[in-house]
């Protein structure tokens, strides 16, 4: 089945890069988010990929995508303490009702 | 503004006491969906809608029950019969003719059973 999976924690210092990484089962799947979650509050997106694409950058963020081995990263340039949250990893099919969400990275951002 | 809004943003309930949880939208969004998050987990889908009058079991739909009788509100009822129900609880809402099929998040509700 459908699958989205994510290592749950990352530390990472004030100013330095994060890398958050996610892999994913289904090769149908068209679309990809990433979502950041602050504590207490719902999801926001933050960035989207379509499948046929390999690289977005927006602002600090940059997604990449691996399609060969389904595998989607997340880097957060200058990475600031208010980036700390939970960075949710999900896809979707084209046509597809559901979306699938990995169990989230927590990012803490160390002063 | 629009945006998705739910209700309340604490809720507290007895065992044996049925609850329903508010979710309003006014972005004319067709679908809606309700998430269950529980703590080092992603979100679980209970339920979801694709169309008025409509709406369809998610992965983990015992003890739970919705109605989509307005395209704006998709209540979630929490029933006496759902045993391990304290948990945060997400609604969020998609355009199904939108380029992307992006959901948007509600603030959620978190429900804690005494």
């Known amino acids: 089945g459908e699958d989205v999976e994510q290592s749950l924690f990352l530390s990472v210092r004030e100013g330095d890069s994060s890398v958050i990484n996610c892999t994913y089962t289904d090769s149908s799947s068209t679309y990809l988010y990433w979502y950041k979650q602050e504590p207490g509050a719902g999801l926001q997106l933050l960035t989207y990929i379509f499948s046929n694409m390999d690289m977005k950058q927006d602002q600090r963020l940059t997604v990449l995508l691996n399609k060969k081995d389904k595998h989607l990263s997340l880097r957060i340039a200058d990475t600031q303490t208010g980036d700390s949250a939970i960075y949710f990893c999900?896809?979707?099919?084209?046509?597809?009702?559901?979306?699938?969400f990995g169990a989230g990275t927590r990012l803490f951002v160390k002063a | 503004d629009g945006g998705i809004t739910q209700s309340p943003k604490y809720l507290f309930r007895k065992e044996g006491q049925n609850v329903t949880l508010s979710c309003e939208q006014n972005l004319n969004h067709d679908a809606m969906y309700w998430y269950r998050q529980d703590p080092g987990q992603g979100l679980r889908l209970i339920y979801y809608?694709?169309?008025?009058?409509?709406?369809q079991k998610g992965d983990i739909a015992e003890g739970y029950s919705v109605s989509r009788e307005k395209k704006e509100s998709f209540p979630l009822t929490v029933t006496s019969a759902q045993k391990n129900p304290t948990a945060f609880y997400l609604c969020?809402?998609?355009?199904?003719?939108?380029?992307?099929?992006?959901?948007?998040f509600g603030p959620g509700t978190r429900l804690t059973v005494l």
């Open positions: 999900a896809e979707r099919n084209t046509g597809g009702f559901k979306t699938i």
């Open positions: 809608s694709q169309i008025v009058n409509d709406f």
């Open positions: 969020a809402s998609t355009s199904l003719a939108g380029s992307t099929d992006t959901q948007y």
